[in-house]
């Protein structure tokens, strides 16, 4: 079988669902943790499955320049590579490469390999066989990204080309047990929105993504191209909005129909001494928790929060030890991995508007003493 999305009840726009895949269904609306090199930075497959994550997200031109793509199939695929149990999502690479200033012909893109200085080339056929290669659950199509501010032209023209490489890539798959998915771009202009969305949809994806969005864009202007795509996709296939992870920005995309989300941000966070919390993110740097003997959240049940006082883990930060990283990783992933579960269940009791509400009230209150 391949992936399809089922729904299972409303509220306004938002909606749960489960994503079927080839690796057992998972909840949604739900987050995928990064694991950009076949790794979830700090955390390895048992802390993934103890935080409650259920499909993680690894990274195509890193993996397909190491190890390589074949190195991988040969040690039993992502799955048994990463001794991954759950579903597997792979970004098309594109995101990378392109912040990598490559040549960008009609045919692809060339660059240099950041990892040896060597040229290398991805085309929309290529970013299939290397993902089909590596066995995710689910491919992303190589779309076509633009620095900002862009001009409407360059929106456009890039727009146009990521259809034209998305047509490419569907005729190039061959694996009827993985699903590759559309990605929805245009910038921050509605009607290239909506029309790339129209459009990308018609091509007959069961899945789409939403590129090109938390990159900069105020809340307003990514809200509003959000509410451009999804009238425009078909209800029953599922919407993700790509590399976005903040508190904030998840629960107005879930209000607007989003079933889908990846970011480095809770691992990345981490390893800057961040916490995510239900009273807002904070830093544990602060000179305040030096002799704290709380845990850094006391409604969480994380390793950190179980096991750690504030005081211990600021200490690990401010001596840079390996284990300070760790612990707020697998803090941040539970806190991350928690709001969507209390998502979820929100959405299913008919109460998101109110919980949406309470969770921003509380996180923008002054900070509790
Ligand atoms: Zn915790």
Redesign the pocket.
């Known amino acids: 079988m391949s992936v399809t999305w089922q729904g299972n009840g409303r509220d306004g726009e938002a909606r749960i669902g489960s994503l079927l895949t080839p690796h057992g269904p998972i909840p949604t609306p739900t987050f995928m943790p990064v694991g950009t090199r076949g790794t979830v930075k700090t955390v390895d497959a048992e802390d993934l499955e103890r935080v409650g994550a259920q499909m993680v997200l690894a990274n195509t031109y890193h993996l397909m320049l190491r190890p390589g793509s074949p190195t991988v199939s040969g040690l039993g695929e992502l799955h048994g590579f990463m001794s991954w149990r759950g579903p597997i999502l792979t970004d098309s690479g594109g995101y990378q490469v392109f912040s990598l200033e490559p040549d960008i012909t009609e045919e692809g893109v060339a660059f240099r390999s950041s990892y040896d200085g060597s040229r290398v080339e991805l085309t929309p056929e290529t970013a299939v066989a290397v993902q089909e290669e590596l066995g995710s659950d689910v491919a992303m199509i190589l779309d076509v990204l633009i620095g900002l501010p862009a001009s409407r032209e360059d929106t456009i023209a890039a727009m146009e080309r990521t259809l034209r490489w998305a047509k490419r890539a569907l005729a190039a798959k061959t694996r009827s047990d993985r699903a590759l998915w559309g990605i929805v771009q245009g910038g921050s202009d509605p009607d290239l929105r909506s029309r790339s969305a129209a459009e990308t949809a018609e091509l007959g994806f069961p899945g789409f993504g939403i590129g090109g969005l938390s990159v900069g864009e105020t809340p307003a202007a990514r809200n509003s191209a959000v509410e451009a795509v999804v009238p425009e996709l078909p209800a029953d296939a599922p919407r993700y909005v790509m590399g976005l992870g903040d508190t904030e920005g998840i629960l107005d995309c879930v209000e607007r129909g989003v079933d889908l989300f990846d970011c480095v941000l809770p691992t990345r966070l981490a390893r800057h001494g961040k916490v995510l919390s239900r009273d807002g993110d904070f830093s544990m740097r602060r000179a305040e928790w030096a002799d704290d003997d709380r ?3 006391p409604d ?3 390793v ?2 179980r096991r750690y006082s504030r005081g211990y883990i600021r200490h690990l930060v401010a001596t840079k030890e390996f284990l300070g990283p760790r612990l707020l990783s ?2 941040n992933l ?2 991350t991995l928690d709001l969507m579960k209390r998502t979820r269940l929100a959405i299913e009791q008919g109460r998101f508007q109110s919980f949406k509400e309470d969770v921003t009230r509380r996180r923008s209150d002054d900070f509790p003493a």
């Open positions: 845990p850094i959240d969480c049940d994380c950190a929060c697998l803090h539970t806190y």
